[in-house]
């Protein structure tokens, strides 16, 4: 039997390529041409937002749920409009209803979050045991960034989902103590510092500010290694691997 090798259509990319464009219709619903996420600033996460704070098991389809939601992964906008919509939010025991934090108005999560991007709110979610557990979805920690988030605070992560967050220029940091948890209220704002000292194995704090004017501090740690860490600065994994090719 005889066997047929195919045709060899691999095409090497250009040497220069600074004359080369990709075109994607401004109009197409299910493909967008990727921007590259802002880096960091340089200075502590001050007065940030509790988008939701989860309560009990949050997979990386309650995150970014699968279904007809897949025809939409090549188009980052669109797929985060799925963002946290299986979640179950502690304050009222409901999915996909959240807290305005400006309006007071309860509404779904992706919506809430857009409407902070607009705003120049940053934002936390806050969560429970085994963070992101499930399949390794790429766009559970692309679209928290997208939608301005900054960091992921929980009991404890999946590994990968926690990688994938890291990847993507987010904190994924999990309480000191686990009870710390508990202290944290979805009205409260949280201040995460020591971010300009930032360091491997060295423990990140956190100020809890409730709306009564009374303030908490609490410590958070990290497993970022040094590599990690200058993904945080540069704003991704792919904004680094750009700086390095520079």
Not at 43 to 51: C, F, G, P, S
Not at 96 to 113: C, I, K, L, W, Y
Not at 136 to 162: D, Y
Not at 211 to 239: K, V
Request: with cysteine; charged share 25%; glycine share 8%.
């Amino acid at each position: 039997m005889d066997f047929d090798p195919g045709q060899d259509t691999y095409q090497h990319p250009p040497k220069d390529s600074s004359g080369q464009r990709v075109d994607v219709s401004p109009t197409s619903q299910r493909l967008q041409l990727l921007e590259p996420f802002d880096k960091w600033d340089g200075k502590d996460l001050e007065d940030l937002q509790i988008l939701i704070k989860v309560k009990g098991k949050c997979t990386t389809d309650h995150i970014s749920a699968a279904g007809p939601w897949l025809k939409f992964r090549g188009h980052l906008d669109n797929i985060s409009n799925n963002l946290l919509i299986g979640a179950i939010n502690i304050e009222n025991g409901k999915a996909n209803s959240v807290r305005n934090a400006v309006t007071q108005e309860f509404g779904p999560v992706p919506d809430t979050a857009r409407y902070y991007k607009k705003h120049g709110i940053r934002w936390v979610v806050i969560g429970d045991e085994n963070y992101g557990e499930g399949s390794s979805r790429e766009h559970a920690a692309l679209e928290p960034r997208h939608l301005g988030g900054r960091a992921i605070i929980t009991k404890s992560f999946a590994r990968i989902h926690e990688t994938n967050l890291k990847k993507q220029g987010l904190l994924p940091l999990t309480f000191a103590d686990p009870a710390d948890y508990n202290k944290i209220h979805p009205v409260d704002k949280l201040t995460i510092q020591g971010l300009k000292d930032f360091a491997p194995g060295k423990p990140l704090k956190c100020i809890i500010k409730h709306p009564n004017g009374t303030q908490e501090t609490i410590s958070l740690n990290h497993t970022f290694n040094e590599t990690q860490i200058e993904w945080f600065r540069a704003g991704s994994a792919l904004n680094r691997m750009k700086e390095l090719q520079q």
